[in-house]
């Protein structure tokens, strides 16, 4: 995997790539800034990238603007957005466009590696990677909804995981059930919230972002 | 009564403080002398209409004079606040109290204000010209050598020694009366220079408003800065640490040997964090304040300084605890400014206490061409300084010296 990373404190970027090319991934580019990063793109052609949000100049959101610019021009980029604390607001920026082939991860679950490579290969395999605070943010701020609370607390658990971006595979390791059950869960799920059943991880992850999204603005 | 050396020298030093304020108010009166003759011949073109068209810059001319003598009086005792800017229209403006008081002080300072500037001007003169009479007035027999204003001539020795005599009496009544001449010549200034009670008021809540706002505004700023150090900084650390810590059990797992590098760099990521820690906690509320005195703390910034910079402090009582963090934030980023961008060889720190004022004066013999709006540390200064009620003046013409002076309310 064909990897660039943009991010601007020094000692992270080397860290980042030294971690990555230890697991024997393939770093073409590190760089500072967003300009610099849409021209490593644009020559290197990678497959995914990790971007930072708050880069030179101001410091705000310049990793996200960069990152929906580069996907504009490269659609199928996959691109990993690491931040340092959950905002709602660059979340809804990032995942406009769909959640294929898109992650937005705190920084610190890169020290998680395990977790960190498998969020990074789901994303670049075409899925989607969303940080469980992110997550857990949205459920919390989401209104009171007679239809989330028919959820039992095990499909709540589910919820969460499928809106994380992990397959049917992932969660039920997370959970410790088999598969079988997960399955069950995700069928009751779909049928309690009135939604169109999706077998694909990344549409099931649009669909119920989408539902959380309608649910908090609805109130 | 009897006067001490010590009742003598003070009133000798007043006399001369009064002489020095009297000679600033000559300056004023001479410039009020001019402003009255050209508001003179702007009314008497009034009689024949042009003159309407020319009142505008006339009274503009007398606010600037106004204005100068309110900044004069300024330094020398209470602030006094300029009035509402000149109404556009001229039969606004002359309808305005503010601008009838200053008409008024014009005609008394460029008369009365006058005569006391010169007056003063001519004791010490006539007063040397009398007593040294003794000694020359032979060179100038057998003309009748003439002292005291025409009152007096001389024509032999006791005659000169009289008139010496004279001279002193003189100087002794001018060194008495020269305070209160001093205080009626600014008295008039401060009378009618001064918004009126209502006005004063309304103005110095206005002004407080802007400046509690200020106050704000650099907490905000203030605040914004810790959140950007600890967020680029410090966090940004140790998240380093956090992956690199991963990557060496990662790494572990593999070959241990390959861990290695991985927990060097963890660590000096770590003394990073703790470096920048320090630094922003510093910067904050520099421990050394609490600890120690303002000019310790003053002397340890002026040690580091990598331009050679001289201090001289003098700060017997303590100030409060914001005040001397404005003080110390000022210096270190002056300081700072200096080290960066003036190329100067020589720096210069000064802080003393005047009545109930902090002042610190810093100089540098840089290229000078500084400016507190580019949004340079001296932008951040000057915010700090107003936030508090304070002065900030910045003299730093294009080849230096740059000079900075700040005051602010001591507050206790």
Redesign the interface.
Known sequence: MRIVIAEDDLLLREGLALLLKAEGLDVVSTVANAADFLAAVDEHVPDAAIVDVRMPPTHTDEGIVAAVEARRRQPGLAVLVLSAYVEQAFATDLFTTGSARLGYLLKERVGRVEEFLDALRRVAAGGTAIDPEVVAQMMVRTRPDQRLERLSARERDVLALMAEGLGNGAIAERLVVTDGAVHKHIRSIFAKLDLAPADRADRRVTAVLRYLKDVDRKG | MTYGPDVIVARLRAALDAFEHLAGGLGTALLALAALAWLLGTAALCLVGVGVLLLPTALRLVRAVADRERARLSRWGREIVSPEPLPARPRAALADPAVRRELGWLVVHATLGFLLGATALTIPITALHDISLPLWWQLVSPEPAVVAQQFYAATDWPGAFVACLIGLAELTIGVLLMPAMARLQAWVGIRLLSPDRGTDLAMRVAQLTATRAAALDAHAVELRRIE?SL??GT???L??V??????A???LARDPA?SK??LD?AQ??AE?ALAELRGVVRSILPPVLADRSLPDALSGLAAACPVSCHLDAEMPDRCAVSVEATAYFVVAEALTNIARHSGADNAAVRLHRREDRLCLEIRDDGVGGASSTSGSGLTGIRQRVEAHDGLFALTSPVGGPTTLTVSLPCGL
């Open positions: 950007r967020h680029d966090q940004n650390r998240v380093a956090n992956v690199l810590i991963g990557a059990r990662r790494a390959d590098e991985f760099r000096d990521a990073q």
